[in-house]
């Protein structure tokens, strides 16, 4: 049974059902919110059906039946300018990272996911620590997911490629690209100096797969969607640059063009089978405004 957060006083208003309809689309039907909003209300367990809390999409409703919607707001205890809180569970909770944020401590950086997730488990007096299961790099934005327990990170290690089922990112990148999508594969390695570098035979390194779609191009820029078929370090860096039309803001693997000032790329779809309940867990944020400022 998932533990309710303590940061939580739970108010609903309740609504009474008169046709038999799945629940999601009752909701969207009855709620004046947005698709996302209820959504992210069902996921975070904010629907009770007759008393019980149900987070299926498709849980058929009868006539007759109660619906109670949690009118609770935005976590108290948890302030940062760098983390969102998505979704929590007592196994799992699924953060949104700012960029200039490491996913954990390197070093002497005291500014880091981890530590921010594990000050705040401490303030609500949760027993638990924030592990890390996946990474972003510091100037990566968007979806990610922390465990709370060894157990549950060891779950989400093991299977990860299975447990994960779809994972997007949006960047802009630099130029107009050619193609509206496609796939890159090569092998991927890092050097004595912890640069990552692709080869089209196989290196000593790691393969790797990422399909490509452009959402949006003009002549100086393009808005693309990534899906990883593996997850490598750097992968949708360096095949970006491999394509010719490197991530805005890279560094490292760019050009030089950098019109927003930082690296355009944010982690936008998160989804994944609960590595404990086993249930579809869909996490999608959007694309930043500033993205898609430059295609206006």
Not at 91 to 107: D, Y
Not at 256 to 282: I, K, N, S, W
Request: glycine share 4%; proline share 3%.
């Amino acid at each position: 049974m998932i533990r309710k957060n303590p940061y939580t006083q739970e108010k609903y208003k309740h609504y009474k059902v008169r046709d038999n309809a799945p629940l999601l689309e009752w909701l969207l039907a009855n709620l004046s919110e947005s698709k996302s909003k209820v959504k992210a209300t069902l996921q975070n367990r904010g629907i009770k059906v007759n008393s019980k809390c149900v987070t299926q999409f498709d849980y058929p409703l009868r006539a007759g039946d109660k619906v109670s919607v949690s009118k609770s707001k935005k976590n108290d205890l948890f302030r940062s300018r760098y983390v969102k809180i998505v979704y929590e569970d007592r196994f799992l909770v699924v953060i949104e990272k700012n960029i200039g944020i490491l996913s954990m401590a390197a070093g002497h950086s005291a500014l880091n996911v981890k530590a921010v997730l594990d000050d705040y488990f401490h303030k609500s007096r949760q027993k638990c620590t924030a592990h890390v299961v996946h990474r972003l790099d510091r100037d990566t934005s968007g979806l990610m997911i922390y465990a709370k327990d060894m157990q549950t990170e060891q779950l989400l290690e093991r299977d990860w490629h299975n447990i994960v089922y779809d994972r997007r990112y949006v960047a802009v990148v630099s130029g107009e690209m050619e193609n509206d999508e496609g796939t890159i594969a090569n092998w991927l390695k890092d050097n004595k100096a912890y640069v990552t570098y692709s080869s089209p035979v196989d290196n000593g390194g790691k393969y790797a797969v990422t399909h490509f779609h452009v959402l949006d191009r003009t002549v100086r820029h393009s808005l693309v969607e990534y899906r990883l078929e593996t997850g490598r370090k750097n992968q949708i860096r360096v095949h970006s640059a491999d394509m010719g039309h490197p991530v805005c803001g890279d560094v490292k693997y760019g050009n030089g063009d950098d019109p927003l000032h930082r690296l355009c790329l944010h982690a936008y779809v998160l989804c994944f089978y609960h590595p404990v309940t086993h249930q579809r867990m869909e996490f999608e944020t959007p694309i930043p405004m500033n993205f898609r400022h430059l295609f206006k």
